[in-house]
């Protein structure tokens, strides 16, 4: 039987090298029809792999826009389909295939890195890392740098002069004196005292039954820079404890202490993060489907996950069988639309919270070039700014280009924190501020971001029912809502679960 489609087809592994680059016109011979099956949809073809497939390229025309593929039964198709080519997402695929397994990425934007991007000025051609700009000093960090050919160095500190401003009001807050750095080092001390005292959450959410009670409770006093430090999780005063150290566990304290000798967090020399995951994808190739959503999971047999995948920019489905599907993308239900979620697993993810965090490159902010401005409020407990709000405004190293950051108890739409971002420029009372005609060069979204569930969900067990999930339905899970947000960590995390993974 052959079929003609005329929309370009994809397809994986073995398959996908044969049929590099993709055709627009694409004639396929399908053999053995009881194992493989094509369907016509509409004008396009979808390509259904109920068995593992191996494509032959058997040209015979001359005419390169109508190459012939015989398809043929046996031979490899992925054993892991990644969903998420972010931080977790990309090393496990990086990961798994130094182990020698066959993986595919599925990553619903153009590339991959999720919260790790970098701006290039069009104009300079100067680089701007945002979202991620930091990892630790860690082994782990520095080895799979390296596997990526990719250099680190100690991040510098500039000579950028730090401004506290009250955005209520657009002034100057001269009452807010951030810590020094003695009083930090003495505050951290007790306070990795603390921390030490709760091993399995530094390696993860691996708590115990019964959740110890200190680790539910709202923190009663904090270590003020710390609320500054994270601005975009909210008022940490209002969360249980176990959150608190989520954020702020004994790495990154010990980062943060370094810092005062010039060394502590690690970021690219070349001061492009985003070519950690350039370098992944040309690992990765082809077994990249970029641009993607998925349509359906189908985990109902007990040997193999089907995946039917939507590569929009392409107008193709792909239809993707493998053994093990491994999610690693934010677990809130309207992100898993499609996936054959159970009674209890939707129980789980349904109770996941999110925070909203969004990042907007401006020009024409009329600040002078030599200050950053950090919100803060002078009428709450150690002056963190309330969110919904602007919490920092940097410059850049691209003159006249600041990045403002905004973040939110929620989702919000793009147009509200564009908005706030545009007006709290305006109204900020900087001395040396010019005409002040703010505009957006980019603005993006890093939301969902921070997934937490309610105290009582913990107290209840949720963490120890979530992992659970693990390995079931032949389905594994990594990213930040099953540790914290925080690469260098997800990546120990997801290196831990690899053994379970890989021999499953
Ligand atoms: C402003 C900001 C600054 C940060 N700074 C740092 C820092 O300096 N250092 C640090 O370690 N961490 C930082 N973080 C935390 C950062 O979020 C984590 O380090 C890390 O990116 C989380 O990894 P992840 O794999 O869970 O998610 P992500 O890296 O966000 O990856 C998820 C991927 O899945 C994709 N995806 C989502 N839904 C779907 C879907 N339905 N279908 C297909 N693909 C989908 C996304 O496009 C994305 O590529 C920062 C976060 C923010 C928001």
Redesign the pocket.
């Known amino acids: 039987m052959t079929l003609i489609c005329c929309e370009p087809v994809r397809m994986v592994g073995s398959a996908a090298t044969a049929l590099r680059p993709v055709y627009s016109l694409v004639s396929l011979e399908i053999v053995g029809r009881r194992r493989a099956e094509a369907l016509l949809l509409g004008s396009r073809i979808l390509i259904r792999y109920s068995a593992r497939l191996h494509l032959s390229q058997n040209r015979i025309s001359d005419d390169h826009s109508r190459p012939l593929y015989s398809v043929t039964q046996n031979a490899s198709l992925p054993t892991f389909s990644l ?7 990309t090393y496990s695929a990086i990961r798994l295939s130094d182990l020698g397994k066959t993986v595919v990425v ?4 153009d590339q ?5 991007q970098t701006y290039t000025d069009p104009t300079t051609g100067g680089k701007i890392d ?6 630790h000093g860690l082994s782990i960090v520095r080895d799979y740098f390296a596997s990526l050919n990719a250099s680190l160095v100690y991040r510098p500190t500039d000579n950028i002069t730090t401004k506290y401003f009250d955005f209520t009001t657009g002034k100057l807050d001269t009452s807010y004196v951030p810590d020094a750095p003695a009083d930090l080092i003495a505050a951290f001390s007790g306070y990795v005292n603390q921390i030490a005292k709760y091993p399995y959450v530094n390696a993860g959410l691996f708590l115990p039954s019964p959740v110890p009670s200190d680790l539910l409770y709202q923190p009663q006093t904090m270590i003020g820079f710390l609320l500054g430090f994270a601005k ?1 999780m909210g008022n940490l005063l209002k969360q249980p404890t176990l959150y608190v150290m989520k954020n702020f566990g004994a790495d990154i304290i010990t980062d943060i202490l370094a810092t005062f000798a010039g060394k502590g967090f690690l970021t690219t020399a070349l001061h492009n993060n985003h070519l950690l995951y350039a370098n992944a994808a040309a690992v990765l190739g082809n077994n990249i489907f970029s641009n ?3 349509v359906s999971v189908d985990r109902s047999s007990h040997n193999q996950v089907k995946i039917l995948v939507n590569t929009t920019n392409m107008k193709v489905y792909t239809m993707l069988q493998c053994d093990t599907i491994m999610m ?3 677990p809130k239900l309207d ?1 898993l639309k499609g996936c054959d979620l159970s009674r209890f697993e939707l129980s789980l993810f349904g109770q996941f919270m999110n925070k909203g ?1 969004y ?1 907007g490159f401006v020009r024409n902010s009329g600040l002078p070039n030599n200050i950053t401005i950090f919100n803060v409020n002078p009428n709450t407990l150690y002056s963190h700014a309330l969110l919904p709000a602007t919490y920092k405004i940097a410059q850049t190293s691209v003159p006249g280009l600041v990045v403002a ?1 905004f973040g939110a108890n929620q989702t919000i739409p793009d147009q509200q924190g564009q908005h706030q971002i545009l007006s709290d420029l305006k109204q900020l009372q900087v001395a040396g501020k010019g005409r002040s005609n703010p505009e957006f060069v980019i603005y993006t979204s ?1 939301t969902p ?1 921070e997934l937490t569930v309610p105290t009582a969900a913990i107290a209840g067990g949720f963490y120890q029912q979530l992992y659970g999930l693990q390995g079931t339905r032949n389905t594994f899970y990594t ?3 099953w540790h914290t ?4 960590l ?1 990546w120990q995390f997801t290196e831990a679960l690899l053994p379970n993974i890989t021999a499953n």
Do not use: K, M, R
């Not at 969903?83 to 997402?89: H, T």
């Not at 599925?106 to 934007?109: A, I, S, T």
């Not at 945002?130 to 990892?135: A, C, E, H, K």
């Open positions: 969903v998420g080519g972010g931080s977790s997402g599925v990553e619903q934007h991959l890195g999720g919260q790790t945002y979202g991620v700009v930091v990892w975009g993607s959503t998925i690693t993308i934010p992100n965090c990042a950051v890093h971001f990213g930040a809502a947000q925080d690469s260098s997800l």
